[in-house]
C-alpha cells in the first residue's frame, strides 16, 4: 500500500508535457523494485537509440523518414483528390445536357458553393491545431470534445448561410449575369443545401481522423463514395435522363456517403480512446472556439475567393454560357491539380502537432 501511494505522488510530479526548449528538464522514468521507486536518466534509456541513428548514413535517414511522412501524406493526397473528383465527374456530366445548364453548374459549385467550402473548411482547419495538440499530449477524450464544438460552431454557421443558397438567383442578377443563366443556377444552388450542410460534420470528422494518423480509413471511405457517385450520375444521366438539378443531387448523396461513411467509423468503435460520446463539455468555450475558426476561416476565404470572382466577371461577357463553361473547366484542372500541396501541408501541419 505505501508503495502504490508513492508511485502515485512520483507520476503525479511528473510533467505532462516536456519542453524541448528547456536543457535543464529532463525527461524520468519510475521503476519499481521491491517496493521501492528508482528515478533514473531518461537520457540512458535512449541511448542506444541515439547510436543507432548515428551509425546511419543520410541517405538512410532520409528514407526512413519519406517511409513516415508519405504513410500519411499519401492517403491524405488520395483522399483529397478522390473528394473533388465526385465535383469534376458532376460537371462532365452535366456538359451532356448543354452549355446553359454546364454554365448553371458551374455557377452554382464554383461561385456559392466555392464562397461557402472555403469559409467552412478554413473553419474547420482549426482543428488541424487543436486535435494533434491533445492527441500528442495524451488527452485522447478532448478530440472528440474539439470535434463536437467545431459540428456545432460549423453548423450554426451554415444556418446562417442558407440564405446564400436561397437568393443566389436576385444576387446573381445584382451581380450582372444573364437572366436565363441567374435563374437555372439559383435553381441548381438550392438544391446543393445538403451538400452546404455535409461540410459542417465532414471537415471536423476529416481533420479528428487525420490528428489520430488514421488516414488509411479516409482514404477506404472517399473511394468507396466515388465509385457510388459514378454510378449513381450515370443511372441519373444516362438512364433516368434527369436535368441539371437532378444530376447536382447525385452531389448531396455522394457527399452524405463519405460523411456518414467516417461517422460510422468513428461511433462504432473504430476510435475508442478519442470518441467516448456526445458530452455538454462541447457547448462549453463556444465563444473561443468560435475566435479562433473564425480567424482560421477568414485567412482560407481570401485565398480561396479571388478567383472565383473570375467566373462572374466572365458571365459578362458575350456568348456568356460558353465562356463559363471554358473556364470554369480549366479553373477545376487547376483545382484538382491544388488539391496535392494542399493535403501535403495539411498532413505535415498535423504531423508535426502530433509529434
Not at 524541448?20 to 536518466?41: K, Y
Not at 481522423?209 to 465509385?227: N, R, Y
Not at 454510378?231 to 441539371?244: E, M, R, Y
Request: glycine share 6%; proline share 3%.
Amino acid at each position: 500500500m505505501r508503495s502504490n501511494e508513492n508511485s502515485a505522488l512520483v507520476e503525479a510530479k511528473v510533467p505532462l508535457l516536456n519542453s524541448n526548449n528547456n536543457n535543464n528538464n529532463q525527461s524520468l522514468a519510475v521503476h519499481h523494485d521491491n517496493g521501492g521507486i528508482t528515478i533514473i536518466d531518461d537520457q540512458h534509456l535512449h541511448h542506444n537509440d541515439a547510436d543507432d541513428s548515428n551509425n546511419q548514413t543520410l541517405s538512410q535517414r532520409i528514407s526512413i523518414e519519406s517511409k513516415k511522412l508519405w504513410h500519411i501524406v499519401g492517403p491524405a493526397i488520395f483522399n483529397r483528390i478522390t473528394s473533388y473528383m465526385i465535383l469534376v465527374i458532376t460537371q462532365a456530366f452535366a456538359g451532356h445536357l448543354g452549355d446553359l445548364q454546364l454554365a448553371a453548374y458551374s455557377i452554382s459549385t464554383n461561385v456559392i458553393v466555392g464562397l461557402d467550402f472555403g469559409l467552412l473548411l478554413g473553419m474547420a482547419s482549426a482543428l488541424e491545431t487543436l486535435c494533434g495538440q491533445a492527441y500528442g499530449a495524451k488527452k485522447h477524450y478532448m478530440l472528440g470534445i474539439y470535434m463536437q464544438r467545431s459540428w456545432i460552431v460549423l453548423f450554426i454557421c451554415c444556418v446562417l448561410l442558407v440564405p446564400l443558397f436561397v437568393f443566389a438567383t436576385p444576387l446573381l442578377r445584382v451581380l450582372g449575369q444573364p437572366e436565363e443563366l441567374a435563374v437555372l443556377s439559383g435553381e441548381v444552388a438550392v438544391w446543393m443545401i445538403p451538400l452546404h450542410f455535409s461540410f459542417a460534420f465532414q471537415f471536423p470528422l476529416q481533420r479528428f481522423l487525420q490528428s489520430q494518423l488514421k488516414t488509411a480509413v479516409i482514404a477506404w471511405v472517399s473511394l468507396v463514395a466515388l465509385l457510388v457517385h459514378i454510378a449513381i450520375s450515370w443511372f441519373f444521366v444516362w438512364q433516368l435522363k434527369v436535368g441539371v438539378v437532378g444530376t447536382t443531387s447525385t452531389i448531396n448523396f455522394s457527399w452524405w456517403v463519405l460523411t456518414l461513411g467516417l461517422f460510422g467509423y468513428t461511433v462504432l468503435g473504430g476510435c475508442p480512446q478519442t470518441w467516448t460520446g456526445f458530452s455538454l463539455e462541447a457547448f462549453v468555450g463556444l465563444w473561443e472556439f468560435v475566435k479562433l475558426s473564425a480567424s482560421s476561416g477568414l485567412m482560407l476565404c481570401l485565398e480561396n475567393w479571388y478567383y472565383r470572382i473570375l467566373i462572374l466577371m466572365t458571365g459578362n461577357l458575350p456568348n456568356a454560357e460558353i465562356a463559363v463553361d471554358a473556364l470554369s473547366i480549366c479553373m477545376n484542372i487547376n483545382s484538382l491539380e491544388m488539391m496535392i500541396p494542399l493535403a501535403f501541408f495539411a498532413a505535415t501541419g498535423i504531423v508535426q502537432c502530433a509529434e
